[in-house]
């Protein structure tokens, strides 16, 4: 299920898209193997804290400061081995390890935080 172009909020600059991406867990072992930096919300469509959420990560992804780290969604209800227990998890990657993990909701300036690592 790929979104429409027109529903897309990305612009491209310096070789990646800015926005979100949503993904598979397949994809993002792909990504984890080839060492990418990136930061990972994992959601599902039901739920409140998620919802919560949403905007400042689409915010922080069209941040030009975070330029050079790539944002994704991952949706629990489609992809069954997420391994991840609560939604929302955000989980940051770099050079195939994962940086840090915020479980639940915790405000803007924690997931902002958490990207910067």
């Not at 979104?3 to 310096?14: A, K, V």
């Not at 030009?64 to 209800?77: A, C, G, L, N, R």
């Amino acid at each position: 299920n790929l979104p429409m172009l027109s529903s897309l909020s990305q612009s491209f600059t310096f070789g990646r898209l800015l926005g979100v991406t949503p993904i598979t867990t397949a994809q993002l072992k792909q990504k984890v193997t080839d060492g990418e930096t990136m930061v990972v919300d994992y959601f599902a469509t039901w739920c409140g804290p998620c919802k919560a959420l949403k905007p400042t990560f689409h915010q922080l992804a069209d941040d030009k400061k975070f330029e050079k780290v790539s944002f994704y969604t991952i949706d629990i209800d489609e992809n069954y081995d997420a391994g991840v227990l609560s939604v929302p998890t955000v989980r940051s990657f770099h050079m195939g390890d994962q940086m840090d993990e915020m479980i639940g909701w915790q405000g803007p300036d924690r997931l902002e935080e958490l990207v910067k690592q």
